[in-house]
């Protein structure tokens, strides 16, 4: 009798080490892969995180490209990179429109159909408030009137993912003294104000993305046109819901008793993405 309550006690001291054995596994087992989920989660967070960097970079290097070209009709410029967790996309901005009100009433200089560049980040890289890497100086207004503030403006935000923009959606406008006009009808000179309008417009071409790519950045042209004006006059600026103040020919710096030369100029840009080196 003394045996066998031995031999059942050691039978069960036994199977208490099995099991505790079997629990021990169980448990490092769970803590290896738990440890080894999050290790990649945080390992494909910080690539993604690597990739939206390197695409904020290669919009910065589009938007200095722009600046470089914009006087340069059918220059080409190109930026290489990878869109491996990233995706690059030409979006509508919207219909940007000039406006002048002048004496006889409101109308229209242009309308320019704008597009943005825009690359969106992989599902683990967020943003955590809007970032302007450029044209956060004025950017509030659509309507420059002077050489301070950038045409073009990149920026990094949320919406529904973390993304970087390129857009041109503004205008500038500078006024350039008086000069003197000579008329075929007239051998005597007119003096008359000079404003310049510049504006950049962005297009799409072929967006075909790979795993390395050539962003490609072309000036298609320079668009000119001149409008003439008498008298005091304004100069608005609309894009969407968004309106720009109205400016003056007096607010510019201009003398309302001469009549006034608009040299209104559109640069167009066309902006690709083909696959491959």
Not at 98 to 103: A, C, D, K, L, Q
């Amino acid at each position: 009798m003394r045996l066998r309550k031995k031999l059942l006690v050691r039978n069960n001291v036994g199977l208490s080490e099995v099991i505790s054995t079997v629990i021990m596994t169980s448990v490092m087992i769970v803590i290896i892969v738990t440890a080894s989920f999050f290790a990649n989660d945080v390992l494909s967070s910080n690539v993604e995180g690597v990739h939206f960097d390197q695409s904020v970079n290669a919009v910065l290097c589009l938007e200095r490209m722009t600046k470089n070209m914009m006087f340069k009709p059918l220059s080409t410029g190109t930026v290489t990179t990878s869109f491996v967790t990233t995706d690059p996309y030409v979006a509508e901005e919207g219909t940007m429109t000039i406006h002048i009100t002048n004496g006889t009433g409101l109308f229209t200089v242009a309308s320019i159909l704008e597009y943005k560049f825009k690359v969106e980040g992989g599902d683990r890289v967020g943003v955590s408030s809007n970032f302007y890497y450029v044209g956060n100086d004025g950017s509030s207004s659509l309507l420059l009137t002077g050489l301070n503030g950038s045409l073009s403006c990149v920026k990094k935000y949320q919406d529904n993912g973390a993304w970087v923009s390129l857009d041109c959606s503004r205008i500038r406008c500078i006024y350039g003294g008086v000069m003197s006009y000579y008329d075929s009808s007239n051998p005597v000179p007119v003096k008359r104000n000079v404003i310049e309008i510049t504006v950049v417009r962005l297009s799409s071409g072929d967006i075909s993305p790979l795993e390395t790519s050539r962003i490609i950045l072309e000036n298609m042209g320079i668009q000119t046109q001149q409008i003439f004006q008498s008298g005091n006059f304004n100069i608005k600026v609309q894009l969407g819901n968004k309106e720009s103040p109205t400016k003056s020919l007096i607010d510019l710096g201009g003398n309302a008793t001469l009549s006034t030369v608009i040299n209104l100029s559109i640069i167009d840009f066309r902006i690709t993405v083909l696959g491959g080196g």
